[in-house]
């Protein structure tokens, strides 16, 4: 064989391995039981190969790799298989947050010492749960089906049953239909009771931008209205919603409802009327204000010595409108359980407690909260649509970043905003979000 056709064999089979190394994927058909709801498929060779070529494009992310010392830790990737594709499901009747997923055993050996490490207890002949990760799983052959630590033992022990022993299975149609939005997240909800049609979603992300899409067809009796919002794109915070209807309000757990009312210091059944049309919330920035004290200590000769504590405060700058036909019901209702207090600055409002705030009925269709630093500036943009939110996280000072657990702080200083909306489109709802990075920053995700 001359050297130019051992040079173009090497050349076709390295072409061969890359492509199915890279982009040539297969999935196993009996990971997702018949009956489940809901499915999250997680492309797996799709976000590897976004993640290499934004680093192929991006020179300032061309550092050295730091040596790490060796440990004997064993990691998820040494005890599993990782597959092109990763599949989670939800079954119909369980909370909301009680998601399963089949992984292939890797290693028997490093599977067993990982556990360990892990701190997973058997607590059945076969399920085993660690208080540590918050999760538990259950082992059958080389296959686990792994679960919140939420999940009712009796909840996983019937899915396991389904899997494993019934083999019932999520059609393959059900599967490929995901797997054909051909995105990097995608996901599918079923014979919901609040959709007239099967749902879907979609996550993409570039160098600067994750994409969130989703279309949904509600029932007829889950009635959805949209309405004109203006906001200022440069606030802090932007955020619209419309009144829900009495069907959508009805959703609202008991349990939700009182943690709601306590987080805002306000009965949420007094304050959403049905005969409200929108409301608005506007936080222009955090602004810092210079407040002094003085206190008195005496010197050694008993002097009395004056002291000056000097204390800068970060208040948010913010404004609250309520539109609807019901304004002096809701004023009225505040006034008479005392959350209105008249001083000569205003009508205070008092359930807030971080900055000072007033209420103004601005006509006879809408009232308006105040911070007592709130300035109005002129509303740069107009949007039409159920809710929206839109958050530029520049704006968020580095204290306030702080208490937020240190991987989100992180993702917050790398992100320079948040766009969410929700729009009608005839029956359907469409919702649509972008995150966007800051251009300075490095990718949200690390290699």
């Not at 730091?66 to 009747?93: C, E, G, Q, R």
């Not at 149609?173 to 990097?184: F, G, P, Q, R, T």
Request: hydrophobic residues 40%; positive net charge.
């Amino acid at each position: 064989m001359s050297k130019k056709n051992v040079m173009l064999f090497l050349l076709c089979s390295l072409l061969i391995f890359g492509y199915i190394k890279l982009f040539y994927k297969n999935y196993n058909e009996n990971t997702v039981t018949k009956n489940a709801d809901g499915i999250v498929v997680v492309d797996v060779k799709r976000i590897i190969n976004s993640i290499i070529w934004e680093y192929i494009t991006t020179p300032s992310l061309w550092k050295k790799p730091s040596s790490k010392p060796k440990t004997d830790a064993i990691i998820w990737k040494d005890m599993v298989v990782l597959p092109d594709y990763i599949f989670a499901f939800h079954i119909p009747n369980q909370p909301i947050n009680a998601w399963y997923s089949v992984l292939q055993i890797k290693n028997e050996m490093l599977f067993n010492k990982g556990i360990q490490q892990q701190q997973f207890i058997k607590v059945d002949s076969n399920l085993y749960v660690s208080t540590k990760l918050g999760l538990q799983y259950y082992k059958n052959d080389n296959k686990i089906l792994v679960a919140p630590l939420l999940v009712d033992i009796k909840n996983i022990l019937s899915v396991a049953n389904e899997l494993f022993l019934k083999k019932q299975y999520k059609s393959k149609m059900d599967l490929e239909n995901i797997i054909a939005k051909k995105s990097h997240v995608a996901a599918g909800f079923y014979n919901n009771i609040y959709f007239k049609d099967d749902a879907f979603f979609t996550l993409n992300f570039d160098k600067t931008n994750v994409k969130i899409e989703g279309v949904i067809t509600p029932n007829k009796e889950y009635l959805l209205s949209e309405k004109n919002f203006n906001y200022n794109a440069n606030n802090l915070l932007a955020l619209g919603v419309t009144q829900p209807h009495n069907s959508i309000y009805a959703l609202l757990s008991n349990n939700l409802k009182q943690n709601i009312t306590k987080a805002i210091n306000l009965n949420l059944d007094s304050l959403m009327l049905q005969s409200n049309n929108k409301y608005a919330v506007n936080i222009a920035g955090i602004t810092t204000k210079t407040d002094s004290a003085i206190s008195y200590t005496f010197d050694d000769d008993f002097n009395k010595v004056e002291k000056v504590i000097v204390n800068k405060v970060e208040e948010p700058s913010f404004n609250i409108c309520i539109v609807g036909d019901s304004i002096n019901n809701i004023y009225n209702n505040w006034v008479n359980n005392k959350k209105i207090e008249k001083t000569n600055a205003g009508l205070l409002f008092t359930p807030i407690p971080f900055a000072k705030t007033y209420c103004t009925i601005k006509s006879i269709n809408k009232l308006e909260l105040a911070a007592n630093n709130y300035k109005e500036v002129e509303k740069s943009s107009d949007i039409k649509c159920v809710c929206f939110a839109n958050i530029l996280f520049s704006k968020i000072p580095q204290s306030y970043i702080n208490y937020f657990p240190t991987n989100i702080a992180e993702v917050i200083k790398k992100t320079e905003r948040m766009h969410i909306v929700v729009q009608k489109k005839d029956e359907e709802i469409i919702i649509k979000g972008t995150i966007t990075k800051k251009k300075e920053q490095l990718p949200f995700w690390k290699m």
